[in-house]
């Protein structure tokens, strides 16, 4: 059975650092692309970033380049290094896995979040 659990998130200064992982269990990470997807408060779903399988790389272009994913295959582990935070970042974040191994594959899998808040 595919588990997907998200780990890292909490309160943090505006212009601060965190990191979140997402521990994945139940099917070949490896072969797989996964995805960071966030909610704000009263908002809907919003894309955040993907990798591949191969460990290319995307993002939305609302973060530019102060998000960045990355994968430890060996560890089975998904991560989002955050830097220069804003208030606007303030969202439950999802791991979420794709279907396939690209880009536009659908998202089939999603862990319960981590709540990232951004305030002074």
């Known amino acids: 059975e595919v588990h997907l659990v998200e780990s890292g998130g909490g309160l943090v200064q505006p212009g601060g650092s965190l990191t979140l992982s997402c521990a994945a269990s139940?099917?070949?990470?490896?072969?797989?692309?996964m995805a960071w997807v966030r909610q704000a408060p009263g908002k809907g779903l919003e894309w955040v970033s993907t990798i591949t399988f191969r460990g290319n790389t995307r993002s939305a272009d609302s973060i530019l380049s102060r998000f960045t994913i990355s994968r430890d295959n060996a560890k089975s582990t998904l991560y989002l290094q955050m830097d220069s935070l804003k208030p606007e970042d303030t969202a439950v974040y999802y791991c979420?896995?794709?279907?396939?191994?690209?880009?536009?594959?659908?998202?089939?899998?999603w862990g319960k979040g981590a709540l990232v808040t951004v305030s002074s």
């Open positions: 139940g099917f070949t990470f490896s072969s797989y692309a």
């Open positions: 979420a896995k794709r279907r396939g191994n690209y880009w536009s594959s659908a998202m089939d899998y």
